[in-house]
C-alpha cells in the first residue's frame, strides 16, 4: 500500500491585498528636481496616484488606470446615495467616492474604516458600493480586513459603506441523516440513519451532531490521516452550520467481485428550520464556505476491463471514478401542526457539482439537475402529486469553481469553488406574519471502479475545517415548527407571451449533444444536458421526451417528460435523467429518442430537436468458444430457413427490437415480405402466415421492395420502386402495423408511390423525428450519364419532405456513367453518408461515398467537395458505422477478382491508413477461379471489435460465405476453417445480402436461396 503525501486534498484558495504604502526618502538624498506643471492636489492622471480625504477614505490609483486627469475626491456623505438594503447594519460613515461613475481601466484600492465594535456579534463585515446610476448597493468581492479599515479592488467610483449583516437566532433544527454504502452494481444500500422517521416527529436530538461512518479500506490516502474511507456529517447545535464528506473506498475488480461488494459510499443529511416573517424586507440567505472534489489515478490513460466491462472503450466509462455534490433548498409555506393549511412550495434551488473519469480523462461539470427534486424527495414520501415540479432556480454557475491540475508526476485533480459563496433565498412569496421553513438537503457521494492506486473524496466544508454552510437571517423570528407533513406542488407560474415570434435575445434551447451514450449499469445517471446560449432575456421553459428507438419503454427505460425552466438572465445548463432498467439479458445496446419541445417562451430551439441516447448493454462478454462458424442447429433444427418459391435476389434484413427478423424483396410485380421468430421459424402473426405480398402499382407492373426498417412503434417501412401509369420508375414506400396489415394513417392505404421522386430506393432508414430517408438512384440527364445516387426524405405520414435537398430530393454525380447508393447511415447531428458504386469513364466501377448535413447538401469536409471515389474495387455494397465514427466498407475487389474486400475510412472520407494493409483487405473466400464473381454485400461490427462480412461465395455453386476480421482488419483465423464459413443451402445459387449480430454473439445472414427450382430467401445462423 502506497502512503500518498504529494498534494493534499484541501484545496486553500486566498486572496492576498496588495498593500501599498507611501514611502518618504531618506535625509542624505538629494531633493528630487522640481517637475514642469506639476498635477493639483487630489488630481490623477495616466501615472496614478493616491489621493486620501476627510477621516481616513483613501484610494490608490495605478499607472495606466487613467487616460486623462481626473479631479477625485473623497468625502464623508450620503447625499443622493440610496437607502441600504434590509438587515445590514452599517458599521462605518458613509464615503462618496467622486466623480461619481469615474471609470479605471486596471482596478483601483479603496481603503474606508469602520467601527469594529459596532459589528454584530457573530457577523462579518463586508464592503457595500452602489450600482451604476447609484440606485442599489451590492457587495464588493474580495474586500480584505484590516484592524479597523476594509479594503478592495474596484473598477468604477460611487458611494461606499462597511457593513454587516444583523444576525439572528436560528431556533432548533429538525434533521435527519444517512449513509448508504455503493455497491459493484451501482445499487444502494443503506448503513445506517434516521431518514426513516423523515414523516414523523422523531428527529435528530438537539445538541451538536457527530455522524461518522467506514466505508472500507484506501489505497492512497492524505499525509497523516488514516487508510480507512469515511463518510461524515456534522451540525452545530443551533443548525447554523453544517457539513458533510464522503471518501471512497479501495475498488475492486467489479467483473470478479460479488454484486454486495463496496465501491462507495454516499451521506445524506437533511435540516428543515422554521421562522416566522417579521419584516416585509427579511432576507435570507447561506453561504457555503467551501464545496471541492478530489480526485487522483497513479492507473495510466486508459480503460481495463475489470473497470468498465461494458464499456468497450475509455469514451465510455466516464464514471470510473465518479463523485457529485447535490445541494437542493427549498422554502415551503406554512407550520407543522396546521394540517388544513396546504403546504406549498415557494422557492427553489438546486446545484450539483461533479467530476468524474480515471488518469487523463477526468470531466467536471456545474449544472442545475431538474429531476433531483423528484428522484430524491421521491425517496423519503414527502409529495402528493411528485409528478409535478416547481420552478427552480440554479444554486451555483460554473465560473465559480476553478480545477487545479497536478503538475509534474502528480495526477491529481482538485474541481472546488474558487471563494466563499453566498445563496440569496427568495422568500418574498412569504406574507409578513407567517411562518415558512427552510428545508435544506445535501447528497454527496463518490465512488471508485478504478482498483488500485486511486482516491476520490467529495467534501463540503471550510478548508481550515470552520464550517461548511451557514445560514444568515434579517428580520425573521426563529421558530421550532418545520413542516413535516406531505407537500403539495402547485402548477409552474404562466410565461409572458411570446408576441413578435422569437426573440434572438432569448437565445437558443438545445440538447448540449447530438448523441448520448449511457450504460445500462449506471441505473440513475444524470447525463441529458440542455443548454441555453446567444442570450436571456425573459424566462423561459420547455419539455423534454423521450420515446422508443430500438430501446423499449418498460424493458430498457423509463418513459420521461420533464418540464425544464430557465429565469430572465439564467443561462446555467439544466440536466435531467433517464432512469435505465438493468435487466440480465444479453439484449445488446439499444436507442432512446430525446425530444425538446419549446413552451410559453421566445426561445428558438436548436437543431437536431431530436437526439439519440444509446443504451450500453452491460451483460455483453465475448462469446464461450464453441463451434465457431459452424450452423447452429437450435435455429430451425439445423441452422437453415427457407421460403421456396417466396423471394429471392435482391433482399435485405432486419432484426426487430424482439429479436425477430423481417427480410423483405420483390417478384417483380409486387413487395413481399416475411417475418421469422428468433428462432427460425415462421412468425404467423405477421400476416397470419408469416408472409405478405403487396401490390403497390397495380397490375403487373414492376416493382420491387429493396429496403426495410423497424419504427419504435413497431411499424414496418419498406421502400423500392414501382411503375408510374407513363411507365417510368418511382420511388416506393410502403408501411405496415405490426401484424403485416397495411397502416392506412401513412399515405391514406398504407402505400406510397411518389412520382416525384424518379428511380429507385435500394436503403431507408428513420431519423430520431419519425422522418423517412431513402437512398437509391435517379436517372441522369442524359448522354453517357444514366443515373446519379440519389436521397430523398419524407415525413412521417409518406408526403415529401419539401425542406430537404430540392423539394425533398438530392442527387450526387460521382461517376459519369450509372451511380448507385446502396447503404445509408444516418449519424448523429442529423447528416448521413450514402455508399454505393460509381461508373468512371473507364474500367471496372468504383466504390463511392458522399455526405449530406441534415439539409441534404454535400458536405464539403467530407472527401472532395463531399463525394469519394474509390478505384479498384466497387466496396461500396456493405457499411457499418462504429462508435468513433468511423466508416466500414465491405464489396468485392478488382485487383483480386472473385473476392472480398473490407475497407476502412476516417469520418472525413480519407482511408484510415490502420486498417489492413493500407486501410482495406481482400480476402479470396473460395476455390473458385478468378472472375467467377465472388462478393461481399454486408459488413457488422460485434461490440468487441471483430468484424463480420457476409456475400456470395462460389460460382457453379453458389453458397453464403462469412468472413470474420480483427479489428484491425487482419483475418481472424480462429472463426470457422481458418477465417471463413460457407453455408450451403443444397441449391445452386445462394447469396447472403444482409448480417445482423444477436447480442449473444451468434451470426444471421439474410439472402436469396433455392433449395429447389424456384427462388426464395435464406436465413442462416452460425455459432461465432
Not at 416547481?390 to 474558487?418: C, E, M, Y
Not at 450514402?834 to 467530407?862: H, M, R, V
Not at 475487389?893 to 489492413?916: E, K, Q, W
Request: net charge negative; glycine share 12%; aromatic share 8%.
Amino acid at each position: 500500500m502506497k502512503l500518498f503525501a504529494r498534494h493534499s486534498p484541501l484545496l486553500m484558495l486566498c486572496l492576498l491585498p496588495l498593500l501599498l504604502t507611501a514611502c518618504g526618502g531618506g535625509g542624505s538624498e538629494a531633493a528630487p528636481e522640481p517637475q514642469p506643471n506639476p498635477l493639483p492636489a487630489g488630481t490623477i492622471g495616466a501615472g496614478g496616484g493616491t489621493v486620501v480625504g476627510a477621516s481616513g477614505g483613501q484610494v490608490v490609483i495605478p499607472a495606466g488606470a487613467l487616460s486623462q486627469n481626473v479631479a477625485i475626491s473623497i468625502t464623508q456623505s450620503s447625499t443622493g446615495a440610496p437607502a441600504l438594503p434590509a438587515g445590514v447594519s452599517v458599521v462605518g460613515q458613509m464615503f462618496a467616492f467622486q466623480p461619481h461613475g469615474t471609470s479605471f481601466a486596471s482596478p483601483a484600492t479603496i481603503t474606508i474604516p469602520f467601527d469594529p465594535a459596532l459589528v454584530p456579534a457573530g457577523s462579518s463585515v463586508s464592503l457595500y458600493k452602489t450600482t451604476a446610476g447609484q440606485a442599489g448597493w451590492e457587495i464588493v468581492s474580495g474586500a480584505t480586513v484590516s484592524g479597523s479599515s476594509i479594503s478592495a479592488a474596484v473598477t468604477s467610483f460611487s458611494y461606499m459603506v462597511a457593513g454587516a449583516p444583523v444576525v439572528q437566532t436560528v431556533g432548533t433544527p429538525w434533521r435527519w441523516w444517512e449513509f448508504k454504502r455503493i455497491l459493484a452494481n451501482k445499487q444502494y444500500e443503506r448503513m445506517e440513519g434516521n431518514t426513516e422517521n423523515l414523516r414523523t416527529t422523531v428527529q435528530e436530538p438537539p445538541g451538536e451532531m457527530l455522524k461518522q461512518v467506514e466505508f472500507g479500506p484506501l489505497s492512497l490516502y492524505p499525509s497523516g490521516s488514516d487508510n480507512i474511507a469515511s463518510g461524515e456529517i456534522f451540525g452545530t447545535a443551533d443548525g447554523r452550520t453544517y457539513w458533510a464528506e464522503v471518501e471512497a473506498p479501495l475498488a475492486v475488480d467489479i467483473t470478479t467481485a460479488p454484486e454486495s461488494e463496496t465501491t462507495g459510499g454516499k451521506a445524506v443529511f437533511i435540516q428543515k428550520q422554521s421562522y416566522r416573517k417579521d419584516d416585509a424586507d427579511a432576507t435570507l440567505s447561506l453561504t457555503i464556505t467551501q464545496a471541492f472534489i478530489h480526485g487522483l489515478d497513479f492507473n495510466g490513460t486508459d480503460a481495463a476491463f475489470a473497470n468498465c466491462p461494458a464499456g468497450r472503450a475509455s469514451v465510455r466509462c466516464r464514471d470510473i471514478l465518479d463523485a457529485r455534490i447535490t445541494f437542493n433548498v427549498l422554502v415551503v409555506s406554512g407550520r407543522q401542526g396546521d394540517g388544513e393549511i396546504t403546504r406549498k412550495v415557494h422557492h427553489w434551488k438546486n446545484g450539483v457539482m461533479s467530476l468524474a473519469g480515471f488518469q487523463d480523462n477526468w470531466f467536471e461539470n456545474v449544472y442545475f439537475w431538474t429531476q433531483s427534486f423528484r428522484a430524491d424527495w421521491d425517496e423519503y414520501h414527502e409529495f402528493v402529486n411528485p409528478e409535478a415540479l416547481p420552478t427552480g432556480h440554479p444554486l451555483w454557475k460554473r465560473d465559480q469553481f476553478s480545477l487545479t491540475v497536478g503538475s509534474g508526476n502528480d495526477p491529481s485533480r482538485i474541481f472546488a469553488l474558487t471563494e466563499p459563496l453566498v445563496v440569496p433565498i427568495d422568500i418574498s412569496e412569504v406574507g409578513e406574519g407567517k411562518e415558512f421553513t427552510l428545508d435544506v438537503r445535501i447528497y454527496i457521494e463518490a465512488n471508485n471502479r478504478r482498483t488500485r492506486e486511486s482516491y476520490l473524496k467529495a467534501r463540503l466544508r471550510d478548508p481550515v475545517n470552520a464550517g461548511g454552510v451557514a445560514t444568515n437571517v434579517t428580520g425573521l423570528t426563529a421558530t421550532s415548527r418545520p413542516v413535516l407533513g406531505p407537500i403539495t406542488l402547485g402548477d409552474p407560474p404562466a410565461l409572458e407571451p411570446c408576441s413578435a415570434g422569437n426573440d434572438p435575445e432569448s437565445g437558443t434551447l438545445q440538447f448540449s449533444s447530438g448523441s448520448y451514450l449511457l450504460r445500462e449499469l449506471d441505473t440513475a445517471e444524470r447525463i441529458i444536458e440542455i443548454t441555453r446560449t446567444g442570450g436571456t432575456r425573459g424566462a423561459l421553459r420547455a419539455l423534454v421526451t423521450t420515446s422508443n428507438g430500438t430501446g423499449l419503454a418498460g424493458p430498457h427505460y423509463q418513459q420521461v417528460s420533464q418540464l425544464i425552466e430557465f429565469d430572465d438572465g439564467d443561462d446555467v445548463a439544466r440536466v435531467i435523467g433517464v432512469s435505465v432498467i438493468n435487466n440480465d439479458t444479453e439484449d445488446g445496446d439499444v436507442t432512446v429518442n430525446l425530444t425538446l419541445t419549446a413552451e410559453e417562451n421566445c426561445a428558438t430551439l436548436g437543431t437536431p430537436a431530436t437526439v439519440v441516447l444509446t443504451i450500453i448493454d452491460d451483460e455483453y462478454v465475448p462469446p464461450e468458444p464453441g463451434p465457431s462458424g459452424q450452423l447452429d442447429t437450435t435455429f430451425d433444427t439445423d441452422g437453415l430457413v427457407t421460403t421456396a418459391s417466396f423471394g429471392g435476389p435482391g433482399s435485405k434484413m432486419i432484426m426487430q427490437a424482439d429479436g425477430k427478423f423481417v427480410i423483405v424483396g420483390g417478384t417483380f410485380t409486387d413487395f413481399i415480405a416475411a417475418r421469422f421468430n428468433a428462432d427460425g421459424s415462421a412468425d404467423n402473426a405477421f400476416g397470419g402466415t408469416g408472409r405478405v405480398t403487396t401490390d403497390v402499382a397495380g397490375g403487373f407492373l414492376v416493382e420491387y421492395a429493396r429496403a426495410v426498417v423497424q419504427q419504435p412503434d413497431g411499424k414496418l417501412v419498406v421502400a423500392g420502386e414501382g411503375t408510374l401509369a407513363n411507365n417510368s420508375i418511382a420511388v416506393a414506400l410502403v408501411r405496415y402495423n405490426a401484424d403485416g396489415t397495411l397502416d392506412s394513417s401513412f399515405s391514406g392505404d398504407g402505400k406510397m408511390l411518389e412520382a416525384a421522386v424518379a428511380g429507385q430506393a435500394y436503403a431507408v432508414a428513420l431519423q430520431p423525428d419519425g422522418k423517412i430517408v431513402v437512398a437509391g438512384s435517379a436517372p441522369a440527364s442524359g448522354g453517357s450519364d444514366f443515373a446519379d445516387m440519389m436521397v430523398a426524405r419524407f415525413h412521417g405520414d409518406g408526403s415529401l419532405d419539401s425542406g430537404f435537398g430540392t423539394a425533398g430530393v438530392t442527387t450526387i454525380d460521382v461517376g459519369i456513367g450509372t451511380d448507385v447508393a446502396r447503404n445509408l447511415v444516418i449519424l448523429t447531428d442529423g447528416s448521413m453518408v450514402i455508399t454505393g458504386e460509381a461508373q468512371p469513364s473507364s474500367g471496372n466501377t468504383q466504390t463511392a461515398l458522399a455526405k449530406l448535413d441534415g439539409n441534404g447538401d454535400l458536405d464539403a469536409s467530407f472527401g472532395v467537395a463531399g463525394k469519394v471515389a474509390i478505384p479498384g474495387a466497387n466496396a461500396g455494397r456493405g457499411l457499418a458505422l462504429q462508435a468513433d465514427g468511423k466508416l466500414l466498407l465491405a464489396g468485392g475487389s478488382h485487383t483480386i477478382p472473385s473476392s472480398f474486400v473490407v475497407m476502412r475510412l476516417n469520418a472525413d472520407g480519407s482511408y484510415d491508413s490502420a486498417f489492413g494493409n493500407g486501410g482495406a483487405s481482400v480476402i479470396r473466400t473460395s476455390t473458385s477461379t478468378a472472375g467467377e464473381g465472388d462478393i461481399a454485400a454486408a459488413v457488422a461490427i460485434r461490440p468487441d471489435g471483430l468484424i463480420y462480412v457476409a456475400g456470395k461465395s462460389g460460382s457453379i455453386n453458389e453458397n453464403f460465405g462469412l468472413v470474420r476480421f480483427t479489428a484491425s482488419g487482419e483475418l481472424d483465423t480462429s472463426f470457422g476453417t481458418a477465417g471463413f464459413s460457407n453455408v450451403d443451402f443444397s441449391g445452386l445459387q445462394d447469396g447472403a445480402e444482409s448480417l445482423v449480430i444477436q447480442p449473444d454473439g451468434k451470426v444471421v445472414m439474410g439472402g436469396y436461396a433455392t433449395p429447389t427450382s424456384n427462388d426464395g430467401y435464406g436465413l442462416a445462423r452460425v455459432h461465432p
